[in-house]
Each structure stands twice: as C-alpha cells, then as structure tokens.
C-alpha cells in the first residue's frame, strides 16, 4: 500500500514545480535562468519540464516548447497519480514508480506484534484440541 509524502501532498495542493514554470511562461513568454532561480522549486521544475519537453533552454533563457503549451490544457500523468493515491486508490504502475521516484509517495508498511499468549490463543481457536 501507498500514501503521498508531505512534498506529494505540497505539490497536490500547490501544483508540480513544472507546471507553475510553464503556466509563469505561458505568460511571459521568455525569462531568464537568473529570474526563475528565485522561484521555489526551481531546479526540480526545470529538470522536470526539460524531461518532458515542455521548455527550450538556449543559454541563459528559457521558453515554453510546443509541449510546453499542449500541455497547459491537460493534467500529466503524475498530476493525475497524485490525485488517485490522494483519494485512496492505487495509479498505473508506470505513474506510481514516478512518484516514488521523485519522493512524492511512499509504500505504507504495517508491522502487527503479538504476545506469546495472542498467538497461543489464537492457535487454539483455529485447531481445537481437548489435550491442551
């Protein structure tokens, strides 16, 4: 089983550092590295962006790709994956190995601990026996 990570819960609520860089270009257009350091997440947005082909980098600029702006009408597939774990369900396993990748979900592992009584108890329930 698998949950969001607290930086899987930011970015579900705050949207993906690649997302917020594209939707800045969509508007503007062009900007310079200097001018998107100052936004938070800046190298996960463009190391993200640039492995999906949504931004050009030329120097010291940065533009949105056709991707880029195809992508402003569509949720990703990590967006979509974050919202089904969020709501309890498990994404496709491509997704899944994404966001584990990325650190955004992680498995939830559950360790039960029993007394020597409970497991006696409970040995006797499932094979009765009247020589115990």
Not at 22 to 32: N, R, Y
Not at 104 to 119: P, S
Request: with cysteine; glycine share 4%.
């Amino acid at each position: 089983m698998h949950h969001l990570t607290e930086e899987g819960k930011e970015y579900l609520s705050t949207g993906l550092p690649e997302r917020n860089l594209i939707k800045f270009l969509s508007v503007k257009d062009k900007a310079t590295m200097a001018e998107l350091s100052k936004a938070k997440n800046f190298s996960v947005a463009i190391q993200w962006a640039k492995r999906n082909g949504w931004i050009k980098v030329s120097g010291n600029f940065v533009e949105l790709s056709d991707l880029g702006r195809n992508a402003l009408a569509e949720k990703s597939a990590v967006e979509n994956a974050l919202e089904i774990l969020s709501a309890g369900d498990t994404p496709k396993e491509e997704d899944l190995k994404i966001l584990l990748e990325r650190k955004l979900a992680e498995e939830k592992r559950e360790r039960m601990i029993f007394t020597e009584k409970e497991i006696t108890k409970s040995f006797e329930f499932a094979f009765p026996c009247e020589s115990w």
